[in-house]
């Protein structure tokens, strides 16, 4: 059964949750909000899932229960979350740029702001999600700070590092993490079909790799029925990762 690119990127988000338990999961964009479900359905079933205001759902969409405000904060700022953001800039040590391109004081383009970028890296994990891999993207540094990196937490000390976890960067080349000495992005995995050669071109700083890079996971028979008839029957992941 042949996998289109988009269902690899769709396992690819899903594993982000593997083995965190029941933690709040916060997908922001299409194939991460596919891959959450799919993990909820298969091997993360702890995961909590909520509408977007206040109230629990299941992967199906149906209500489980209501979320105070007051609750989403304590899960939000005690470690009890893992979102997946977008990015339209990131340097080596994972800091993040959503707000605006150019310089702060008169920019080329804004983009949608700071937002809860800070707080979300510096309260609880965090993975990000890349549709376009491209140096505009992944660049030696970023134009504002919005999302925490490594570097900085380490700077700022054990009140931003206490939570402070960046788990994965999912692209529709690759899967990269920061497993490495100095904290700095690596290739994880290799989407079938792309070169570590074409990663690395497309990516505007030095990027680390072992020495021979797995290819990321084939989604089972099971899986790829949950996102082809279950999740997504409407194909919407063909749209953010086009075949």
Not at 40 to 63: H, I, K, N, S, Y
Not at 196 to 214: C, H
Not at 219 to 230: D, F, H, M, Q, Y
Request: proline fraction near 7%; charged fraction near 20%; include cysteine.
């Amino acid at each position: 059964m042949e996998v289109s690119r988009a269902e690899y990127c769709v396992l690819a988000c899903a594993e982000v949750w593997r083995g965190e338990g029941e933690v709040l999961a916060s997908p922001m964009g299409t194939v991460p909000a596919i891959g959450a479900r799919l993990a909820r359905l298969t091997f993360a079933p702890e995961l909590l899932l909520t509408d977007g205001e206040a109230l629990l759902v299941d992967a199906a969409g149906a209500v489980e229960g209501w979320l105070p405000f007051r609750r989403h904060l304590a899960w939000v700022t005690g470690g009890r979350r893992h979102v997946m953001m977008g990015a339209a800039q990131l340097d080596r040590w994972g800091n993040q740029n959503i707000s605006c391109i150019g310089d702060w004081h008169r920019p080329a383009r804004q983009l949608l702001g700071v937002r809860g970028a800070p707080a979300n890296t510096v309260n609880h994990a965090t993975s990000y999600w890349v549709p376009r891999h491209s140096p505009r993207v992944f660049v030696p540094r970023v134009d504002l700070v919005c999302g925490v990196g490594y570097d900085r937490a380490a700077a700022a000390g054990p009140a931003v590092t206490r939570f402070h976890r960046i788990a994965r960067v999912v692209t529709d080349l690759a899967v990269l993490d920061f497993e490495t000495p100095d904290r700095t992005l690596r290739v994880r995995s290799l989407h079938p079909g792309v070169t570590l050669a074409q990663v690395r071109a497309a990516t505007g700083f030095p990027l680390a790799a072992p020495d021979r890079v797995p290819a990321t996971r084939e989604p089972s028979a099971a899986e790829l029925r949950l996102i082809r008839e279950v999740i997504d029957p409407e194909g919407k992941r063909n749209q953010e990762v086009p075949g």
